[in-house]
Structures are given as C-alpha cells and as structure tokens.
C-alpha cells in the first residue's frame, strides 16, 4: 500500500509519500513548501490571504499525488495555526470543496504521541524526554519503559517565537532571554515539572536544521546525530555575537529557507534541554508523518 501525507504545519507543509510493506514503512518522495501560515494569523483567526497561500500549496501537491497513480489514500492533517484558528471551520469547508481533501486536525496531545511513535523508528526513545519543534507550537513528552507518561503543547514555536520577540531579521540577546522565559513558563504553566533526565530526543525541521548547523559549526560528519546542550548554547551565543551579515551568510550556507526561525528553533531547543537537565540532544531523522503512517496503516499505538 502507498499513502500519502501532507502536513500542514504553521511554517512549512509537507508532502510525503511512504510505501508500508508488512511493518515497515519506507518514504519514498518529499516535498515542501516555506508557507509561513502562522504569519497570516491575526486577531484568533488565518487572514484570506493565508487561507489562499494555504489552498494555493494545497492545490500544487494535489498535482504532485495525482500524478502518483498507485496512491491508495491521502491524509492531510494540520497543527497549531489551523487548530488554533477561530475559522477553521470555514478553512476545512473551503479546502474540502476545492481540492477534496478532508483535513484532520491534531491536538497537541495527539501530535505529541506521534512524535513518539514516528522517532521511535529512528532513535531510542524508551525513556526520557522528547520534543517536537514546529512553527506555532512546541510538544513535549515524558517517556518511561516505551509508554507515553505526560504530553504537552506549548505555545511557542520557531516562527511564532520570531514573530512574537523579535524585533528585526536576527534577534538580541534580550530578545534571546525573552524567549527562554516564555519557553520557561509555557512548561511551568503546562504542569511540566523538572525532572533530570541525560538525553533529549528531538524531531521535526528546526531540530533537524539546527543539527546541520552544530555539525558545520564543530567540523563533525553528516552522520552525527547528537548535539551536547553546553556546545549547542555556546553556538548560540556566538551566533547572537556575530554581524548580521555574517550570520547571515553562516544560515544561508545551512539552511536558507528559515533564515528567520533557526535561531529562535534553537534558542527553544536549548531551554527545553536545559530545563530538564539534559546533557545531550538526539536528533531524529523521523517524526510526526512517520508517526501518522504508522498510526493509520499499522495501527501502533
């Protein structure tokens, strides 16, 4: 069987096309598209003009899937912007009667869970602490033995964080400490408590950004995959140090497309580690369309 899922997130949406063959699941075709949902949400709600960048993306991957011919299903499901909009409603009718996409709208606690279950696929998360950073919000879960003991969402993601606290393209250092307090008291507020634990697993696209960063910056393989917090929070503060154009330069060479929201992704990253005392940070090359697949198709749990 071949599915296909697009996740809608508040920063980019993502196509992914996965084959699953008995338990495996094996990804076969990305794409994404830099939407910048969050950007168009005023007043509680997605403006007309994100509702047309969201069905103008949309519209450009159902091209992509129709011409997949042995697609057996499509799953679109969207996150923080859209569960957050006051007219989502309005959203799912207009999508669903221009393109035929029925769109499924994840809680946090739910997106959470699929984190999990998607890096379970590609890191250890028997016990511990996992993160998933996207545009709008963060997830936090605690693991023990393989289960799933607390989730959260917090309100706080990489391309909200920039909105929110930062005042031009490349933020301060008061800005930096802006963010750390928010992420700080979105954990607190959410029953979070600190807890130490040696390794944080993370996943989603700041994390995976951030990691090609730290290993550009400290000369290490693409196939390192872990992060010491303390050098991670020294590459920060270098960074917040450098002129803008040289930190522009250091983030086009790595990641061009979030020129804006890798420095508050990782500023985030950071203060969830910190907070739980992590010393290092896994970083999962899988995540919550990986999850999904394996929800719907396989039905884990």
Known sequence: MIYSVI????????????????????????????????SYFKDGKLSDKGIEKLVEVLRTFKAVIDNFDEIDKVFPF??????????????????????GFDIEILSGEEEAKLAFIGASSSIDVSSGVLT????????????????????????????????????????????????????????????????DHHILGAVGGSARATLKLYNDQYDLKS?????????????????????????????????????????PGMIILHRIAKYFSCELINVSQTGVREGYIYNKALEVK
């Open 78 to 99: 969207a996150t923080a912007t859209i569960r957050k909009s006051s007219n989502r409603n309005e959203i799912l009718a207009r999508v669903k009667e221009e393109l």
């Open 132 to 195: 998933d950073i996207g545009g709008g919000s963060s997830e936090v879960v605690i693991i023990d033995q393989a289960k799933v003991l607390r989730s959260t969402s917090l309100d706080i993601g990489s391309l909200s964080a920039f909105n929110d606290f930062v005042k031009k393209l490349f933020l301060t250092k008061d800005e930096k400490k802006d963010i750390d307090e928010e992420v700080k008291k979105e954990l607190a507020d959410n029953k979070m408590y600190k807890e």
């Open 7 to 38: 996740d809608i997130g508040s920063n980019t949406i993502r196509l992914s096309v996965f084959k699953v063959i008995e338990d495996r699941v094996i990804n076969l075709f990305n794409e994404k598209e830099q939407a910048s949902l969050r």
């Open 223 to 263: 196939s390192n995959f872990t992060m010491e917090t303390s050098k991670l929070n020294d590459l920060i503060k270098d960074i917040i140090d450098m002129e803008d154009r040289q930190t522009l330069d250091l983030i086009l060479s790595i990641k061009g497309d979030r020129v804006h929201t890798l420095i």
